[in-house]
């Protein structure tokens, strides 16, 4: 009889020092740590890209593979332009061939009028062309187009820089300021007109040639 007063007593004082605490239970659990995130690239690096889509890639470098030798004649009411482009060593080899061409030109009526070198071809012009002449050489034969754009003649420089910058993009190079023209262009005489004379070598950009223009109107090359 003692020995179950005992025990009573001992399981009693058990539930009261239970039914005593406020604290719950403390439960311990194992969390898995993580696994870290991959490193970002750093588009410095060397092999990476520098520019993310939809911004301007960077230029591009090593030796030029395509040239541009062309000629603004900003006679008025309607400048000129004379364009040959291509692969850098076809239009290097044709140069000289241009440069005495270019000497032949003379302006009759607003118009410009030519003796054709040795081999070269004249096709009709077109919506966007005066003419076309065609360069035979080694490869594909080359292309010199004329066309025209009407100018006031109020502003020549801004009339000449659009265009030679214009250029420049094609071939993937930096655009320059007005007071850069001298140094980057040539000034000569065509058809008794003082022209400029542009020589670019780059790397020809995808999407073709676009017009020349000049206060929005395109017509050209």
Same mark, same amino acid.
């Given at each position: 009889?003692?020995?179950?007063?005992?025990?009573?007593?001992?399981?009693? #004082?058990?539930? @009261?020092?239970?039914?005593?605490?406020? +604290?719950?239970?403390?439960?311990?659990?194992?969390?898995?740590?993580?696994?870290?995130?991959?490193?970002?690239?750093?588009?410095?690096?060397?092999?990476?890209? +520098?520019?993310?889509?939809?911004?301007? @890639?960077?230029?591009?470098?090593?030796?030029?593979?395509?040239?541009?030798?062309?000629?603004?004649?900003?006679?008025?009411?309607?400048?000129?332009?004379?364009?040959?482009?291509g692969?850098?060593?076809?239009?290097?080899?044709?140069?000289?061939?241009?440069?005495?061409?270019?000497?032949?030109?003379?302006? @009759?009526?607003?118009?410009?009028?030519?003796?054709?070198?040795?081999?070269?071809?004249?096709?009709?012009?077109?919506?966007?062309?005066?003419?076309?002449?065609?360069?035979?050489?080694? #490869?594909?034969?080359?292309?010199?187009t004329?066309?025209?754009?009407?100018?006031?003649?109020?502003? !020549?420089?801004?009339?000449?820089?659009?265009?030679?910058?214009?250029?420049?993009?094609?071939?993937?190079?930096?655009?320059?300021?007005?007071?850069a023209?001298?140094?980057?262009?040539?000034t000569?005489?065509?058809? #008794?007109?003082?022209?400029?004379?542009?020589?670019?070598?780059?790397? @020809?950009?995808?999407?073709?040639?676009?017009?020349?223009f000049?206060? #929005?109107?395109? !017509?050209? !090359?």
């Amino acid at each position: 009889m003692f020995f179950l007063r005992q025990v009573t007593l001992v399981a009693i #004082g058990c539930l @009261a020092i239970v039914g005593c605490s406020d +604290k719950p239970p403390i439960t311990s659990y194992t969390v898995k740590k993580p696994e870290p995130l991959p490193a970002m690239p750093n588009p410095h690096d060397a092999g990476l890209p +520098k520019t993310l889509p939809g911004q301007d @890639a960077p230029p591009p470098t090593g030796e030029p593979t395509d040239r541009t030798l062309a000629v603004i004649v900003p006679t008025t009411p309607q400048g000129w332009f004379f364009k040959l482009t291509g692969p850098e060593a076809a239009v290097a080899a044709v140069e000289p061939a241009f440069n005495d061409f270019l000497k032949t030109v003379k302006f @009759a009526d607003g118009q410009p009028t030519w003796t054709l070198p040795e081999g070269w071809q004249q096709q009709p012009g077109n919506a966007f062309r005066f003419a076309t002449l065609v360069i035979p050489g080694e #490869g594909k034969p080359l292309e010199l187009t004329v066309s025209g754009l009407p100018n006031s003649g109020s502003d !020549n420089v801004a009339y000449v820089l659009q265009n030679v910058n214009r250029w420049r993009g094609q071939l993937q190079l930096a655009s320059i300021a007005a007071d850069a023209l001298a140094t980057e262009t040539k000034t000569i005489d065509v058809g #008794g007109t003082s022209s400029t004379l542009v020589n670019l070598a780059g790397h @020809a950009a995808a999407g073709g040639m676009q017009p020349p223009f000049a206060s #929005g109107a395109p !017509n050209g !090359n």
